[in-house]
T-cell receptor
Framework: AQKITQTQPGMFVQEKEAVTLDCTYDTSDQSYGLFWYKQPSSGEMIFLIYQGSYDEQNATEGRYSLNFQKARKSANLVISASQLGDSAMYFCAMREGPTGNQFYFGTGTSLTVIP | DSGVTQTPKHLITATGQRVTLRCSPRSGDLSVYWYQQSLDQGLQFLIHYYNGEERAKGNILERFSAQQFPDLHSELNLSSLELGDSALYFC????????????FGPGTRLTVT
């Protein structure tokens, strides 16, 4: 089974609108963490947001928020007020294990912001 | 600029050869992670070092090895290279053991011909 599943290969959003990028994960560990990264066409990987499995509040960082639904094993990224510069590939990732962590990445979602 | 540096930016080499990729983490970061990004395999975690000690191994081939030196820079050694090793190799660093908020370097693009 895939550890991280991103079912949306491509998404389009109008500038200034909000968009949700889906991510589901699979783990039997109690301690894990979920990440989102952005990869623009230039190729660098940019850390966006992190959610620990024991965090009770959803993580937020500026225009990014992580909609963490533990029972459903989903960790969707919400980008509010989309900007043209948000056009990029977005990867969901998971850290598994309290020590000796393993990291797993999804296949990514390509987001295009339309003016 | 993430503060993580990787050299070289590009590397072209032949099958069977050996190469070394270098990574300098952000100042103060003790953790270094190596990842491989290829079209067919996607992003894969290779290995994690914390303060000079190997902490976790992911999908790292036996032909690959890494180390982290006392000054905290890290090197990833790839030997007996095959065409399938062509990929973008990222190094990332963080200031903690759990690996949240990792900062990625610009990557080394390896092409094996």
């Amino acid at each position: 089974a895939q550890k991280i599943t991103q079912t949306q290969p491509g998404m389009f959003v109008q500038e200034k609108e909000a968009v949700t990028l889906d991510c589901t994960y699979d783990t039997s560990d109690q301690s894990y963490g979920l990440f989102w990264y952005k990869q623009p066409s230039s190729g660098e990987m940019i850390f966006l947001i992190y959610q620990g499995s024991y965090d009770e509040q959803n993580a937020t960082e500026g225009r990014y928020s992580l909609n963490f639904q533990k029972a459903r094993k989903s960790a969707n990224l919400v980008i509010s007020a989309s900007q043209l510069g948000d056009s990029a590939m977005y990867f969901c990732a998971m850290r598994e294990g309290p020590t000796g962590n393993q990291f797993y990445f999804g296949t990514g979602t390509s987001l295009t912001v339309i003016p | 600029d993430s503060g993580v540096t990787q050299t070289p930016k590009h590397l072209i080499t032949a099958t069977g050869q050996r190469v070394t990729l270098r990574c300098s983490p952000r100042s103060g970061d003790l953790s270094v992670y190596w990842y491989q990004q290829s079209l067919d395999q996607g992003l894969q975690f290779l290995i994690h070092y914390y303060n000079g000690e190997e902490r976790a191994k992911g999908n790292i081939l036996e032909r690959f090895s890494a180390q982290q030196f006392p000054d905290l820079h890290s090197e990833l050694n790839l030997s007996s290279l095959e065409l399938g090793d062509s990929a973008l190799y990222f190094c990332a660093s963080s200031d903690n053991l759990l690996g949240y908020e990792q900062y990625f370097g610009p990557g080394t693009r390896l092409t094996v011909t």
